[in-house]
């Protein structure tokens, strides 16, 4: 069953064709990944099965009622919420039934003749909550905070005083906790470290529902799909594998691509020369050469995606010193790190590292 059907999808950008009467399914359950080149339209494509971009042409068709989530960067996070609480909005449904649950147990106390059918809400409310894990909240939430590291910060920290980092993670964990019938995840480990990946890649083979990842982390990609769809020339293409079982089809496919444009290119050279040749002398086997190649259906040659190149060209070579700083301090209410001296030279290669919300992006 179709979770949601896309059907001839056309999209244009500026001068540029993102999309061309494209279309796919996603199926209930499915675990994919989607890939293709920088500027193929991955992350158009989610905003558009979001309803955030509207196509030029096509049609998306979602299954009715179904639960789409994705990670809202422009989302509000209230000061004087804490990480827990916060998490705690994820099951917000829940805790109001719950609340309904209490109100009609205060309700027995004083009931009489409606006694009975108060009694029969409160056990379908009750058996609501059973069925949707709301008894086992508090482990829920332990695991997505101790995977994603905010047990190191502490769940009774205030989420305003979260680096920018650290936000898109609560989003991401929250997100989770919802549990929605669809993911659509737009790189969502480029925010984690390598133990907090591990956690997601784990936490993905074994979701109960459907997903949509784009991501350039192969690893990740390959542990956690079992479907693979392809955005190239403005069209998608499935592969019914894993990311290694799309490259080994990708490669085989464009080789017979590239061997079957070949083999028709030599043989309609050979037909044009022969028609070229006996125009005259063997008009009437020309003609008939001239017919045939009109019916053949031309392959069209197997091209590469576009990669643009840049180059920059200077007067004069810049200063040997790049950049210096002395005693810099930056951060919120209290400074991220030491006082910090440094110098930049011309031609040096330098990584920042350290752990999530210590100031890298800062």
């Keep these: 069953m179709s979770i949601v059907h896309v059907t001839n999808l056309t999209h244009i950008y500026g001068d540029r064709i993102i999309f061309q009467d494209a279309g796919f399914r996603l199926l209930k359950g499915e675990h994919a990944g989607l890939v ?10 989610l905003r558009i099965l979001t309803g955030s971009l509207l196509p030029d042409h096509g049609n998306i068709e979602w299954q009715p009622n179904i639960r789409a989530g994705f990670l809202e960067q422009h989302a509000k996070l ?71 590291g905010f047990t190191e910060i502490g769940l009774d920290q205030d989420i305003a005083a979260l680096s920018g980092g650290q936000r898109t993670k609560l989003l991401l964990a929250k997100l989770l906790l919802e549990e929605p019938d669809v993911l659509l995840l737009d790189e969502p ?19 109960k529902h459907a997903f949509l990842v784009i991501s350039h982390d192969e690893h990740f990609l390959n542990e956690i799909t079992t479907v693979t769809f392809h955005l190239e020339h403005q069209t998608i293409k499935r592969y019914s594998g894993s990311y290694q079982y799309f490259l080994k089809e990708y490669v085989q496919s464009r080789a017979q691509a590239e061997a079957a444009y070949a083999k028709q290119h030599r043989e309609i050279k050979k037909l044009e020369a022969f028609i070229d040749r006996n125009r005259v002398r063997k008009a009437k086997q020309a003609k008939s050469r001239e017919k045939a190649l009109s019916k053949i259906k031309r392959i069209e040659k197997p091209t590469d995606s ?10 004069r070579n810049p200063a040997m010193t790049v950049l210096k700083t002395e005693n810099l301090e930056a951060g919120y209410t209290v400074p991220l790190f030491k006082p910090l001296s440094l110098t930049v030279k011309r031609g040096d290669k330098i990584a920042i590292t350290g ?6 992006s800062t």
């Design 36 to 45: 293709g080149a920088n500027g193929a339209g991955k992350s158009t494509l």
């Design 78 to 148: 209230t000061k004087g919420t804490t990480i827990l609480q916060y998490m705690e909005q994820a099951y917000d449904r829940l805790f109001e039934i719950e609340k309904q649950l209490n109100r009609l147990a205060e309700k027995m106390a004083d009931a009489e003749d409606n006694l009975e059918a108060i009694l029969k809400r409160y056990g379908e409310l009750q058996s609501e909550l059973e069925s949707s894990g709301f008894y086992q909240i508090g482990t829920k939430i332990e695991d997505a905070a101790q995977g994603l």
């Design 189 to 207: 480990t480029n925010y984690l470290d390598a133990a907090h990946i591990e956690w997601l890649t784990g936490y993905l083979k074994n979701y």
């Design 306 to 315: 576009y990669v643009p190149s840049f180059s920059f060209k200077t007067g």
């Design 355 to 360: 752990e999530n919300g210590a100031g890298k």
